[in-house]
């Protein structure tokens, strides 16, 4: 069964203003801290692949039920990638 914690690093993620090169120090702080592979990288990818402001850019060339798929699809995988290197690793 999943932890709290596990569950709840990719939402914490989503509305951190950053980009791929900003991340990797908070990622390695929380490596360093213990944290599981699987789930800073879940984390990492939720502040990259599902930032708002990238909504509301979709918004002016796809429609918001478009936009709900995409966000589905990509969290979604966001947990699956989490979860299969906590499993591996």
Known sequence: MPSARRLSAYPLGIPMYSNAADIIPV???LLDK???LGTV?????A???LFPPEAIILRKVLRW???AAFVG???AGILVVG???NLVL
Do not use: D, R, S
Not at 41 to 45: G, Q
């Open 27 to 29: 990622v390695e702080a």
């Open 34 to 36: 213990g944290a599981a």
């Open 41 to 45: 990288l879940a984390f990492m990818m």
């Open 47 to 49: 502040i990259i692949g």
């Open 65 to 67: 039920p478009l936009i």
């Open 73 to 75: 699809a990509v969290a």
């Open 83 to 85: 979860y299969l290197f």
